[in-house]
């Protein structure tokens, strides 16, 4: 089992950045696929992007360019640097880890970030 904790969401303006973080911590963190999702009101939960063990990254077409996920081993911990950030980019940010062998997610708490002038 994986123990997940999400930091750096906030309030920014548009046009600016913010870098999220996940720690992991409970298990190994190479066996698990890391994601971001994000939840808007009204709205259902949708992939941001994800990076795989072995760091290969997939990208959601409206973050494409201006998100970039990342993952450091050491510190057991996936990251998301957000430029160039617009309102509808405005939700709760979760991240979530999957085991790769179990196929059995994890979901963190959630941080919000704030799009807005």
């Known amino acids: 089992q994986v123990q997940l904790v999400e930091s750096g969401g906030g309030l920014v303006q548009p046009g600016g950045s913010l870098r999220l973080s996940c720690a992991a911590s409970?298990?190994?963190?190479?066996?698990?696929?890391m994601g971001w999702y994000r939840q808007a009101p009204g709205k259902q939960r949708e992939l941001v992007a994800d990076?795989?063990?072995?760091?290969?990254?997939n990208y959601a077409d409206s973050v494409k360019g201006r998100f970039t996920i990342s993952r450091d081993s050491a510190k057991n911990t996936v990251f998301l640097q957000m430029n160039s950030l617009k309102p509808e980019d405005t939700a709760v940010y979760y991240c979530k880890a999957t085991n790769i062998w179990l196929g059995k997610d994890y979901w963190g708490q959630g941080t919000q970030v704030t799009v807005s002038s």
């Open positions: 409970g298990s190994i963190f190479s066996s698990y696929a």
């Open positions: 990076i795989t063990s072995g760091g290969i990254t």
